[in-house]
């Protein structure tokens, strides 16, 4: 199988998620034996359909512009068994970038009319490629996908073997979802040998592909909104956030024991069995703690019975300390918080907590 890749994502490696699962893809179908070329169209020069018709009348079958999608793409899209198409999800569709090459696709027509039972058609030069749809979102919901779905199988129909969705793709980069990702990448890698051997994909496999990351798809508002409201307080873009390995800044106790698990590094905990409570003063006053056991932490609301550590603090200071605009240590030798129990545990926070 002939295989042609189409990633309409403006973003590079490391950024994209949509890369990142038709990466995963691809090295699927390459194992399975395909012959496949994955094409940056971020890269490429592509002009606007101008609706000229000159590829219907005076060059049947050739675009007016000479540009890399006359001259390279759409000769190879042609030659193509299958074509891929991977794009960001816009404006609850594919971006201009993939809509732009897909437009550039009319010299395919001809002019002329088929009249079907519901529909009216122009007919093909050729059969195009067969086609999978990949595309990704921030929303946690499937549905957001609803219209692109119906878009994709009006214009491939009989010709679109998959659609491969997935929501909550931000999440697929962060370090506490690291397993769920791993497993969702693995499923794509599947779904490409599957693709290639079957021209399918087993409902499964699908299954594993666009299963649930967050236990709780609230979760995902509220880190959201932390980390939008960071990037706007400190006037830094997601891509400067992610770079910079900064954290989300937590504005309530209950943002704060979702963020503080998020760091929490089993390797360093080892056996380590503790609890640890926090006793917030100041404009958020409260308190919580967290379990560590077997190298797992959970969170809860409340004191704990017989904490092994305490740390009384002001809320911001403690988040000042969380999202490294202060130094912990620093802080408590100059007594700017209370930290009682097994001061051993605070002095290895390091070891237990990262980014």
Request: hydrophobic fraction near 40%.
């Amino acid at each position: 199988m002939k295989v042609l890749a189409l990633n309409s994502s403006p973003r590079g490696k490391g950024e994209s998620k949509t890369g990142l699962l038709l990466d995963a893809l691809v090295t699927g179908m390459r194992e399975a034996g395909a012959d496949v070329e994955v094409v940056q169209l971020r890269g490429k020069t592509i002009r606007n359909c101008i609706g000229c018709f000159t590829c219907w009348t005076k060059t049947p079958g050739q675009c007016v512009h000479k540009d890399d999608m006359s001259l390279e793409l759409y000769p190879k899209w042609l030659d193509a068994d299958l074509a891929v198409y991977a794009s960001p999800l816009y404006y609850f569709t594919v971006n201009a970038t993939m809509k732009t090459f897909m437009e550039r696709t009319l010299p395919l027509l001809e002019p002329f009319f088929e009249q079907g039972e519901d529909v009216t058609r122009h007919p093909l030069r050729r059969q195009p490629p067969k086609a999978v749809v990949i595309s990704v979102a921030g929303f946690p919901e499937m549905s957001v996908f609803n219209q692109l779905s119906s878009w994709a199988q009006v214009v491939f129909g009989d010709g679109l073997l998959a659609e491969i969705y997935r929501p909550a793709a931000e999440t697929l980069t962060v370090s506490a979802y690291e397993e769920k990702a791993r497993e969702i990448l693995e499923a794509m890698a599947q779904a490409g040998r599957e693709l290639v051997a079957g021209r399918k994909v087993n409902p499964a496999t699908m299954a594993r592909i666009t299963q649930d990351i967050m236990d709780d798809r609230s979760h995902l508002a509220l880190l959201g909104g932390l980390m939008w409201k960071t990037c706007i307080a400190e006037g830094i873009t997601p891509k400067e956030f992610a770079e910079r390995k900064m954290v989300p800044r937590p504005d309530s106790i209950e943002t704060f024991m979702m963020v503080l698990p998020m760091g929490f590094k089993p390797g360093g905990a080892g056996d380590t069995q503790a609890v640890l409570q926090f006793i917030f003063t100041g404009e958020v006053a409260g308190a919580c703690h967290f379990t560590i056991a077997e190298g797992r932490i959970k969170a809860f609301p409340g004191e704990a019975k017989r904490p092994e550590l305490t740390i009384e603090t002001p809320f911001e200071l403690w988040m000042d300390i969380l999202t490294g605009k202060a130094d912990g240590g620093q802080m408590f030798a100059e007594q700017k918080y209370v930290a009682t129990g097994d001061v051993t545990l605070l002095m290895r926070m390091n070891e237990l907590f990262g980014n």
